[in-house]
């Protein structure tokens, strides 16, 4: 009777999971000198995904090493006239749920349509140096799916300013005038 019992569970379990398959899998990551990370794909709607994202810190002019390579995920289908979207774009916060605006600062971005056999794959790698502290998101999506939602993988790029950039805004504003180590348009007016 127990293995009855058993046998019955097991196999009323096995027939409640869906039979699914995601179209697009994607390996995004991120590498600084200071940090590395990965992330996998995620999806929308909503357009900032059901997972966390993953935080690299780096400093202002490090080389930031990013790679992705997205897959299709389907053993049988083509997936036709996929739009591949990579970006890295200055957001407000890490974690924020709003999408930055491309039409502002924007590090790098590519786009291109192909058609994905099964098993088909694309990527990029490239190194890129921020120039300006602040934080970044960097993602790699799909568009025009033909599907009821999209895939994408994301990181938050925390930039910091450079050690030296600190130690000489601090020598600045805690400097007496008269001996100063820079040239002497550097100082505020009241202080020459």
Not at 8 to 18: E, K, R, Y
Not at 31 to 47: K, L
Not at 52 to 78: F, S
Request: charged letters at 25%; proline letters at 8%.
């Amino acid at each position: 009777m127990k293995r009855a019992i058993a046998l019955m569970t097991a196999s009323v379990g096995l027939t409640a999971l869906p039979a699914h398959a995601e179209h697009a899998k994607i390996n995004l990551q991120v590498a600084s000198p200071r940090d590395q990370q990965a992330s996998f794909a995620d999806q929308t709607p909503p357009d900032w995904g059901k997972n966390p994202r993953p935080v690299v810190r780096a400093r202002v002019g490090d080389p930031i090493r990013v790679e992705w390579v997205l897959t299709n995920g389907y053993p049988h289908k083509t997936l036709e006239d996929v739009v591949v979207h990579f970006f890295i774009a200055r957001q407000e916060k890490a974690g924020q749920k709003e999408l930055p605006d491309l039409r502002g600062d924007v590090v790098l971005e590519s786009a291109f349509e192909m058609d994905f056999k099964p098993g088909g794959k694309a990527g990029q790698r490239d190194t890129v140096r921020v120039d300006a502290p602040g934080i970044y998101l960097v993602r790699v999506e799909t568009r025009q799916t033909q599907s009821d939602h999209e895939h994408f993988a994301a990181i938050d790029l925390v930039v910091e300013a450079k050690e030296r950039e600190h130690l000489r805004t601090d020598c600045r504003a805690n400097h007496l005038p008269g001996v100063w180590p820079w040239p002497s348009s550097d100082l505020p007016g009241s202080w020459r």
